[in-house]
């Protein structure tokens, strides 16, 4: 069960199964909204019903595990990131989509699963895959493998407001990777990705995790502490 009123269980429960990797999952209303890079959902062994073709990010029922009435498939694109907003009532998507739902919304894009809509949310122009997300009251933070979002350079990671306006005044851009998988030589500057995002309890500071070496000119290998409200860093660990 995903509901946190209803605990874990070794039972035989109906809940669906993915055809591929299921990446996060959020809780919004009685309802999981799920993400991956899957194309189809079907019951679980033993339980009635067809598979199902569904791109993306399922809508399911959290205490019963499955398919809820509200569905809204992206197109274009996998989702990688889901995060619900802090009251719980909506939940933010992010990923390599251009459409939920048959409404044009790239790349990341926010949904009631109440009214089974996508709300008027909207950044404009990510450059690239959003690969995580971090929701405050009044922001959203996203990371990924972007290196500029509505135009100005933002670097594996940005922060937009709830309507989704670039907020200019957090940077916290992050670059340089290795030359490959197997290889120890840092390239500096080299395009990185953002893939983790933690606020602090009391929303002053940010955790970014990823794949990088360098954070606002500051050396930090994949891990560093910055400013919620301007990006400046706080803490590296080179």
Request: charge should be neutral; hydrophobic fraction near 40%.
């Amino acid at each position: 069960a995903l509901s946190p009123d209803l605990p874990f269980s070794a039972d035989a429960l109906p809940t669906w199964q993915t055809n591929a990797q299921v990446w996060q999952v959020a809780i919004s209303r009685g309802r999981a909204v799920v993400g991956g890079n899957f194309s189809q959902i079907r019951p679980g062994a033993g339980q009635a019903g067809a598979a199902r073709n569904m791109r993306g990010h399922p809508i399911l029922n959290a205490a019963t595990g499955e398919p809820d009435a509200c569905q809204l498939p992206v197109a274009g694109g996998n989702v990688y990131a889901v995060k619900a907003a802090p009251d719980g009532n909506t939940v933010f998507i992010g990923g390599s989509f251009t459409s939920v739902g048959g409404t044009a919304a790239a790349r990341l894009a926010e949904i009631n699963v109440a009214t089974c809509t996508v709300t008027p949310f909207r950044v404009s122009s990510i450059s690239s895959t959003v690969l995580v997300i971090e929701t405050a009251n009044d922001a959203v933070y996203f990371g990924g493998l972007f290196q500029t979002v509505s135009g100005q350079t933002r670097r594996s990671y940005a922060k937009v407001n709830r309507a989704g306006v670039l907020d200019t005044s957090f940077v916290a851009d992050a670059s340089g990777q290795t030359q490959d998988q197997y290889s120890n030589t840092v390239v500096p500057g080299r395009n990185a990705r953002g893939t983790a995002l933690q606020l602090s309890p009391d929303g002053t500071r940010l955790a970014m995790g990823g794949d990088w070496f360098d954070v606002n000119g500051s050396a930090s290998h994949s891990f560093a502490v910055v400013n919620s409200t301007t990006g400046a860093v706080l803490r590296t660990w080179p």
